[in-house]
């Protein structure tokens, strides 16, 4: 008995315990657009995918640094050759046997030198019939060599210009980043005041409802107490039938838009989304020339001069690449001989027997078509990448201008929504008193307040149009992540650490 009242017991609580959850998961989520941008920018797929480029290019940055990694290198040999002769002396046939062991230390610098040094060694054996003065020894060379381009590939901006290509290339990406990250604000900023908009409008339908019925009811009435004729049930009742699907109508839109917003702010609750904020009505002031000169610095025109700086970086190495090949080269070496190794080695270190040249390398190719066209193919990217760019300015211009058009045009009709709905609402109560003393029908009332929920939406999308029109004016300029407390410098540290998190 025990057991089973222990067993009900902890049913009941395990029942409450996950209709707690559930009731908690249905909760109405509150959404400020502040918190449903923040959403956005943290959770958004696009923004997050978009991230890895940058950080893919902070990769390439630092393998193209790699240029100055220190390269050793090692290597051994052994041989054994034994050669025949036509002699007729005894012992004239040989065979010498060599061990290789050599090893270098080399590095590039910017200004394109190369150095290296080197430690070779070798031990020969000579084993003839003939007797000879060291049989076998040891010999060593400490040397090093440098190399020094004169015109071609001379200096730190050809040296390093696959680095210098990846950190604009990784600027650019950051810009790009920058336009996506605008466009997803810009999309839950309109997306989140369409959800406000179908709220405000599924209201509207509920009221329209309420009236309909109660119209309808009051018709039954007064067909009952005949004074009126039954036809206008049947009018009354289509009305409300009719409220109520568009009501029907107007609930799925609301829960088809709470979904795109679900999956814009990754948001994982399936209770109601409630939109906090309401849209803008109070007038901003635009500065036309102000505006113009402001979106010239937005995301894809700094994209694109990002992409016309590697084009000229581009430029001016292919120029320089078409100068003839002259290098400077320097060696010097100190060496040693023994048959002790170590004896060798310290006559080496003496430095009792240096040697050391120098000398000029040149060469050219005849015709030189390779970097001839490598050049002019360049130079035509730089000029279809400036005429880009120019267009994209001109373009830009034009969206600013309808930008403030759009802006002039939504606040203008914020008034005239409201006096048409303030109109629409003495039209409706002016035929409810006159279907109250008989002079209209119900029919006639549901006419006109069908003006009245036009007059509404009219007023609702005049609002939200007001606070897109707004937000698309701050797109088009690149102010719309300013606005927002949004800078690309996080994104920046976001990217690096990104790049840092995939380390083995």
Known sequence: ???????????????????????????????????????????????????????????????????????????????????????????????????????????????????????????????????????????????????????????????????????????????????RLESVVAQVRNEYFRLFSLREEREVQKVSLELARKILAETKARVEAGVLPAMEILNAEFAATTREKELIDAERAVSDQMDVLRLLLQITAVGEIETIDLPERDPIS??????????????????????????????????????????????????????????????????????????????????????????????????????????LEEVTAKEVKAAIRSISSGYKQLDVADRGRAYAEERLKAFIRKNEVGLATGKDVMDVENDLVAAKKNQILAAVNYTNAITGFWLVTGELLEREGITVNDAAADADALYKGTAR
């Open 1 to 179: 008995m025990k057991r089973t009242i222990g067993t009900l017991l902890a049913a009941l609580l395990a029942t409450s315990f996950f209709a707690s959850l559930a009731l908690a998961e249905d909760a109405p989520l509150a959404l400020t657009l502040k918190e449903s941008i923040r959403r956005g920018v943290e959770n958004n797929l696009e923004v997050r995918t978009e991230l890895y480029n940058p950080a893919g290019y902070e990769a390439e940055i630092n393998r193209n640094r790699g240029i100055y990694d220190l390269l050793f290198s090692a290597a051994t040999n052994y041989n054994d050759n034994e050669t025949l002769s036509a002699a007729v002396l005894p012992g004239s046939d040989s065979e010498l046997q060599t061990f290789h062991l050599d090893s270098s230390l080399s590095q590039l610098f910017s200004s394109g030198a190369t150095a290296a040094i080197g430690f070779d060694n070798v031990y020969t054996r000579n084993v003839t019939g003939a007797p000879t003065l060291l049989p076998d020894y040891w010999q060593s060379q400490l040397s090093l060599r440098v190399r020094q381009p004169l015109l071609k590939d001379f200096g730190r901006e050809n040296t390093e210009v696959n680095i210098n290509v990846s950190r604009l290339g990784k600027a650019a990406a950051l810009d790009h980043f920058d336009l």
């Open 286 to 391: 635009v500065d036309e020339e102000q505006a113009l000169q402001r979106s010239l610095s937005r995301p894809e025109i700094r994209e694109q001069l990002r992409n016309l700086e590697i084009a000229e970086l581009q430029n001016r190495v292919f120029a320089n690449r078409t100068r003839p090949d002259l290098a400077l080269t320097g060696s010097a070496s100190f060496s040693g001989l023994d048959r002790s190794y170590p004896d060798n080695l310290a006559e080496a270190g003496s430095f009792a027997t240096p040697s050391w040249g120098i000398g000029l390398i040149f060469s050219y190719p005849l015709g030189n078509n390779v970097a001839d066209n490598d050049y002019r193919k360049s130079r035509l990217k730089s000029e279809q990448l400036m005429l880009q760019i120019r267009q």
